[in-house]
């Protein structure tokens, strides 16, 4: 994709002497900058909130939000211009001007999408980077906290474990995910079989509608409010802030890793696995990693299953609780730590104990190429399905794969499958996602490490959930289904909207067509509305 080519200054005093003596820019993109130059007013805030393509800082901006380098490539359609409001004025401005000149926008407030949906589009748009907006107010007295989307999970972490250790909140193990777009795909972690996800502990937003109206819940109405909380990132608006519900931990929780190989019968124990975990006391998270590593015999490799989890509560308490329901796993002390809640954000993070103040930093976690697939299990699978899915990590593309299973259970169960968009509750034993890497160099190769993953995708169908085969929508898999640039049927997207949305995608796309009927934020997974403008002229 091909754009002009300016620098910002010249373009600005072209444009506002065109402004003066009456003439109008013709050319589409530049007419959208004009507009949006004259809102702003001055060069000061514009020089500080747009970036074209000829901008020195252009790429730094643009690459400083992607964690998935598979998105990066030189072949990878690039925004005209990129948007970093520092106010809400600006974030009303970008859309008024996106909306008068026909300029579609995507909306970034972190950039760990793994199908890079929010910064990039096949179409001419711009990105609107919400990384200003990341001021987080904690209240502990009323065990509640105001977060801006552009905030990432491991800064809202650390702003609220500077001010006590005795609340939390149910989201993410990864610090560098943007809340935004987290939360507005439900959002789960290591509390959330206590608390259920992240979006069940929201209780307020602030949004920006399509007519460029400051919402909050009661403005925006119930229906609203529930769609933003699981329906799927800038579908419905621009949701600029979320007031969350904190939720109580103890000041000591205790954290385990048991690693069993093939060798070590990691196949039976997962199986036994199945059967328990779900079945567990809330107060205890429980997941499965399942990865290829090096054998005890040189130069060969094998599959290891990695169980990891946290109880809220003592090392004493955890042990005697998993000998006496899952004495296969044989849990022993060494492999257990006490620690306070937000030393284990780190802990399941990856990260160095030493310090939380790495929860601030975005570049801690290498950043690689990836795809992603998601699965619900709601049976057992038998010993022969899961030596299968084991043997497939012995493949050469599975050097840096990893199958993520967490356990449902607790309070997953409680919550009706209506109560938000995220539909995937009762019934449930857990969540696989199976996500498959590569460095950027051998982004060319990335075919052969793609098929893998469907072809592993491929293997499981007898096993996972059926009629809808369910996925998760915040592993976005455009493998199940895209909306077209124009017009897109209910019927065309309910393929892929079923598997996010079970019966609560009938719900979203009324909601969608009450608030965006002209379907003015979409991409290729937003939902559509019933009737589109397209559509309705016969197109």
């Known amino acids: 994709m091909k754009f002009p080519q300016f620098s910002m200054l010249p373009f600005l005093m072209v444009a506002v002497m065109l402004s003066l003596s009456g003439t109008t820019l013709s050319h589409p993109y530049w007419d959208f900058l004009h507009c949006l130059s004259l809102r702003l007013a001055n060069y000061s805030t514009i020089s500080k909130v747009i970036y074209v393509q000829n901008n020195p800082s252009y790429s730094s901006v643009l690459n400083a939000s992607i964690h998935n380098t598979r998105f990066s490539t030189p072949a990878t359609p690039k925004p005209f211009a990129i948007i970093t409001p520092l106010k809400t004025s600006h974030v009303r401005s970008t859309l008024y001007c996106s909306k008068k000149h026909g300029f579609q926008l995507r909306i970034r407030s972190g950039g760990h999408d793994v199908e890079g949906l929010s910064y990039v589009s096949e179409v001419p748009f711009a990105i609107l980077d919400l990384l200003n907006f ?20 491991g800064e809202l972490y650390y702003a609220i ?74 579908t419905f608006g621009i949701v600029l802030a979320w007031k969350i519900k904190l939720v109580p931990v103890p000041a000591v929780v205790t954290v385990f890793t048991v690693n069993k190989n093939l060798e070590q019968n990691a196949t039976k124990i997962f199986h036994r ?39 809220l509560g003592g090392v004493d308490e955890l042990i005697t609780l998993i000998q006496d329901k899952f004495p296969e796993l044989g849990l022993a002390e060494e492999n257990c730590n006490e620690m306070s809640w937000i030393e284990s954000v780190l802990y399941f993070g990856g990260l160095p104990l030493q310090s939380v103040d790495i929860l601030l930093d975005k570049n801690a976690l290498p950043i690689v190429s990836l795809k992603a697939k998601s699965d619900y299990v709601k049976e057992p699978i038998p010993e022969s399905g899961i030596e299968g899915l084991m043997s497939m990590f012995l493949e050469e593309e599975a050097d840096n794969a990893v199958a993520m299973i967490p356990a449902f259970g607790g309070k997953m169960d409680d919550i009706p499958e209506n109560e938000l968009p995220y539909p995937h509750r009762a019934g449930n034993l857990y969540e696989a996602t199976y996500i498959v890497q590569w460095t950027k160099e051998e982004n060319a190769e ?23 085969r369910e996925a998760y929508v915040n592993y976005r898999d455009l493998d199940l289904g895209m909306n077209n640039n124009d017009y897109t049927s209910y019927e065309q997207a309910s393929i892929w909207g079923s598997k996010y949305f079970k019966n609560n995608f009938k719900r979203l796309v009324q909601v969608k067509t009450k608030v965006d009927p002209m379907n003015f934020f979409r991409n ?14 016969g197109n």
Not at 297 to 305: C, D, N, R, S
Request: glycine share 12%.
């Open 524 to 537: 290729e997974q937003s939902i559509p509305p019933l009737l589109s403008p397209w559509k309705k002229k």
């Open 134 to 153: 990341r001021a987080i107010k904690v209240d502990t007295k009323n065990e509640v906290a105001w977060v801006q989307s552009g905030a990432t999970l």
């Open 446 to 468: 990335s075919g052969k490490y793609i098929s893998w993953s469907r072809r592993l995708y491929s293997y499981m169908t007898p096993y996972v959930s059926k009629s809808p």
């Open 273 to 311: 696995w199945q059967y328990i975990a779900h079945k567990l006391p809330d107060d205890l998270f429980m997941n499965v990693w399942i990865t290829k590593v090096n054998s005890s015999q040189v130069g060969m490799k094998t599959v290891q299953a990695t169980f990891r989890g946290m109880l």
């Open 161 to 234: 474990a500077a001010k006590t250790n005795t609340l939390a909140f149910p989201a993410g193990m990864c610090h560098t995910v943007g809340t935004g777009g987290h939360f507005s795909g439900g959002g789960y972690g290591t509390l959330f079989r206590k608390y259920g996800l992240a979006a069940d502990n929201i209780i307020d937003a602030r949004m920006i509608d399509v007519n460029g109206r400051i919402l909050d819940r009661k403005s925006m109405g119930e229906d609203v409010f529930w769609a933003i909380r699981g329906g799927g990132g800038n």
